[in-house]
Nanobody, 112 residues
Framework: QVQLVESGGGLVQAGGSLRLSCAASGRTISNYALGWFRHTPMKGREFVAAITWSHGTTLYADSMKGRFTISRDNAKNTVYLQMNSLKPEDTAVYYC?????WGQGTQVTVSS
C-alpha cells in the first residue's frame, strides 16, 4: 500500500499561482504513474495531469496545458503540480493518485 499526502492548497486571487505537493511513502512506486485529479460538486472528478516516476513522461488535460506543470523529485518521492494563471473555475479539491491509492486531498480556492 502506498500512502499519499497532498499539501500546498490555499486561497489565491485569480491570476495567481500555487504549487501543490504529493509525498508518497510505503510500497515501491517506480513502476507507476502518479496523477493529479480535482473534484467539484458541479463537475465531479476531473483529470488534471500525470507523470511517470521512471521517465518523467507527462500528460495533461487540454484545459490545463500551458498553465499547469507536473514534475517529480524521485529522491523525495514527491510529485509537484505548479499551477499558474489560476482561474476561479480551478477552485476544487485536488487529489493525487498512484496505483490504487489516493491522497486525502487539498483545497484550492481561486477568488475573482
Amino acid at each position: 500500500q502506498v500512502q499519499l499526502v497532498e499539501s500546498g492548497g490555499g486561497l489565491v486571487q485569480a491570476g495567481g499561482s500555487l504549487r501543490l505537493s504529493c509525498a508518497a511513502s510505503g510500497r515501491t512506486i517506480s513502476n507507476y504513474a502518479l496523477g493529479w485529479f480535482r473534484h467539484t460538486p458541479m463537475k465531479g472528478r476531473e483529470f488534471v495531469a500525470a507523470i511517470t516516476w521512471s521517465h518523467g513522461t507527462t500528460l495533461y488535460a487540454d484545459s490545463m496545458k500551458g498553465r499547469f506543470t507536473i514534475s517529480r523529485d524521485n529522491a523525495k518521492n514527491t510529485v509537484y503540480l505548479q499551477m499558474n494563471s489560476l482561474k476561479p473555475e480551478d477552485t476544487a479539491v485536488y487529489y493525487c493518485k498512484t496505483g490504487g491509492s489516493w491522497g486525502q486531498g487539498t483545497q484550492v480556492t481561486v477568488s475573482s
